[in-house]
């Protein structure tokens, strides 16, 4: 019966690998030749041993005394088919003395399988081979796995640029993207990735930015706006001006931190390491003990030892033993995470990051430019004789030779050209605001230390927002009021925080008590702290981190360049990759490439799918390896269940790690 089942299987893994073979010569197949030439020796060595096993052994006994030989000469060319470089690999971890690895394991084992069938003579060298054959398989299609996952990231990533399109003498020139300068004119044609950070200098377009951020909609673009390297123009020319260097544009860092991501490992792999370096040694002499103790013993008491059935159990043991589905499958599945996060406009720069973000119970925000837009608008304008629309005017042209945000919306809010012979006696007062003749009308916009300056009376405002009083002619003139407009995803990224379990959400700003505490509650949150200079916001997050010892991770999400010293400190650092400054996106442990405050709760949800996969994986290998190195040493495992818990355990964790890539629906 165990003969019909193991030639049954030995067809079925002969058919499939012709199978993957066939395949492998397609083009969609993304086979390498090295995967190609085991893929072959796998089926090379399964046709021998099927072979072998189906001829009638009378073939053999007709040659007399020689019979033995060649039927042992057929089962060791195949083995050594199979297994030359397993056994090459072992011997050079002897040499190095780095002995306990899975290769030594797979030697001794099926070596001393080939002796003990040998020393009986049986004539059953099946066990010995197949379970180097399926050791291989596993490797082979762990192989096949890790390199797909690669090759899936790899595409999702494939937003390096080859060139940059310069104009000279009328001609567009390929250069290479690094040897093109700060505040060049490049020209992007319909079809080609935007090769170099910049401003959009002439032409308006639709730009594909899925590698960057993960959104399908294609966004819109025009002359004056920004745009990142790695978005992908899809229809009119662009001229663009750069702002970056190659090495320091958008594309870039992404490569760079996707590609260093793996050198930081989380605590789950290094366990696993440290593990594995234990472990192995451990079992080695465990199933050494298995061989010599127990006929010892029976020496002792004076029965029969039963050396072959006591090796047999040990070199079963060995088998079962292996560590691979824990070594290669749990790198793999943060590998994944990471990929997967990468896809959905989340870079998370190492597996330790990944490991921390999952614990995240508290998520700290910033309020300009992470919440907020950091755009500022007119809102509103009150208690005003004039006309909007004529005050806006006043407004606009006394704040005209200021570049503060302020003063940009005055004018924005105006919209018409800014004539700055209207304007005379600019005189500014440092945090108060600025006076001016327009048309040589006397005006004064600021806050109320302006006004209590000039000697003119105003009205106080409740709502929340910047407020410019007004005074026209030295009369008072009415206020007007401006406010950061909040982010439209915002109110819907807390309330999916509070989905993906985290316990509580702060906002902390630099902004003045009453707009801190109207933004906190249009959006939800549950507690805010205003007021605050960069200092202020360390020493906060700080507090809070004490008061978080033991009950899960903090997390801070920043823009700024002054939030750079708070995303350092806290557990997790969380940047706006799109807005976000050079300094907080350098200073943070994750980075959201299209600043939607959604991908927060996004990230967590990776991150702990990701983690509870490693944890199943590790569950799984360990329960499996401890049950069936219990049924080996008791002699209730044979060679065959050795491999199930060594090559099915590892192809079965390695599938299961691979979902870590799929977040799509998270």
Same mark, same amino acid.
């Given at each position: ?42 089926? #090379? =060595?399964? /046709?021998?041993? !099927?072979?072998? %096993? ?7 006994? *007709?040659? @007399? ?61 099946? #066990? =010995?081979? /197949?379970?180097? !054959?399926?050791? %291989? ?7 096949? *796995?890790? @390199? ?62 899925? =590698? ?17 390297? @790695? ?436």
């Amino acid at each position: 019966m165990q003969e019909l089942v193991v030639t049954i299987l030995l067809g079925l893994l002969a058919l499939g690998g012709l199978g993957m073979l066939l395949w492998g010569r397609s083009p969609k197949s993304n086979m390498t030749k090295r995967q190609k030439k085991t893929l072959l020796r796998i089926v #090379e =060595a399964t /046709a021998l041993l !099927l072979l072998l %096993q189906l001829l009638p052994p009378s073939l053999f006994e *007709a040659l @007399g005394p020689a019979g033995f030989w060649v039927r042992l000469g057929l089962y060791l060319l195949d083995y050594l088919l199979i297994g030359y470089d397993i056994l090459l690999k072992a011997a050079k971890g002897i040499k190095n003395r780095q002995v306990f690895d899975e290769c030594f394991l797979m030697a001794v084992a099926t070596v001393g399988a080939f002796a003990l069938a040998l020393f009986a003579r049986t004539g059953d060298y099946t #066990e =010995a081979i /197949a379970v180097m !054959l399926f050791y %291989q398989v596993g490797e082979w299609f762990q192989s096949y *796995a890790v @390199g797909k996952s690669r090759r899936n990231i790899t595409e999702l990533m494939d937003i390096r640029p080859d060139y940059a399109n310069v104009e000279q003498d009328g001609q567009l020139l390929q250069v290479d993207p690094d040897e093109v300068s700060i505040g060049t004119v490049i020209v992007v044609r319909p079809g080609e990735k935007v090769p170099i950070d910049g401003v959009v200098a002439e032409g308006s377009s639709s730009l594909d930015t899925a =590698a960057l951020t993960g959104e399908s909609l294609p966004r819109e673009v025009k002359e004056g706006d920004e745009i990142v390297s @790695g978005c992908v123009n899809l229809q009119g020319l662009l001229k663009v001006r750069t702002t970056k260097e190659f090495g320091e544009s958008t594309v870039s860092k992404i490569l760079d931190l996707v590609e260093n991501a793996s050198s930081r490992k989380s605590k789950s792999e290094d366990f696993i390491s440290k593990f594995a370096r234990i472990y192995t040694p451990v079992v080695c002499f465990a199933a050494l003990a298995l061989a010599l103790l127990p006929p010892l013993v029976s020496l002792l008491v004076g029965a029969a030892p039963q050396w072959g059935q006591w090796v047999y159990r040990a070199l079963t043991f060995l088998v079962i033993s292996c560590p691979c589905a824990l070594v290669i499958s749990i790198p793999l599945s943060f590998f994944a995470g990471i990929g997967g996060a990468s896809n959905a406009g989340v870079l998370v720069k190492g597996s330790n990051y990944l490991e921390t973000l999952s614990q995240t119970k508290t998520v700290v925000f910033d309020k300009t430019g992470t919440l907020t837009q950091g755009v500022f608008e007119v809102n509103a304008v009150h208690h005003s004789p004039l006309r909007e629309e004529q005050l806006l005017e006043y407004a606009a042209l006394a704040e005209s030779s200021s570049s503060h945000p302020i003063s940009k919306s005055l004018q924005r809010a105006w919209g018409k050209d800014i004539d700055r012979s209207r304007v005379t006696d600019v005189q500014e007062y440092s945090g108060s605001g600025v006076t001016a003749l327009v048309d040589g009308v006397p005006v004064a916009a600021g806050n109320q230390k302006l006004m209590e300056r000039l000697g003119i009376d105003y009205h106080n405002c409740h709502c929340p927002g910047t407020i410019i009083h007004m005074a026209v002619g030295g009369a008072y003139a009415g206020h007007i009021v401006i406010s950061d407009v909040v982010k439209p995803q915002a109110k819907e990224a807390i309330a999916a925080l509070a989905d993906a379990g985290v316990w509580e959400t702060v906002m902390l700003t630099g902004d003045r008590k009453k707009a801190a505490d109207a933004v906190a509650q249009s959006l939800g949150i549950q507690q805010v702290y205003s007021e605050l200079l960069p200092a202020g916001k360390v020493e906060k997050v700080e507090e809070l981190l004490r008061r978080e010892t033991g009950k899960g991770k903090l997390a801070f999400v920043g823009d700024g360049i002054n939030d750079a010293p708070v995303l350092g400190r806290a557990d997790i650092g969380i940047a706006m990759g799109a807005m976000g400054s050079d300094a907080a996106i350098e200073a943070a442990d994750v980075v959201l490439m299209d600043d939607d405050p959604r991908k927060i709760a996004k990230a967590i949800k990776i991150s702990r799918k990701c983690l509870a996969i490693v944890y199943q994986n590790i569950v799984f290998a360990i329960g499996v390896k401890v049950l069936c190195l219990v049924l080996g040493a008791l002699g209730l495992a044979n060679m065959w269940l050795a491999i199930f818990a060594d090559v099915g355990v590892m192809v079965l964790a390695v599938l299961n790690a691979i979902r870590a890539l799929f977040v799509k629906n998270l």
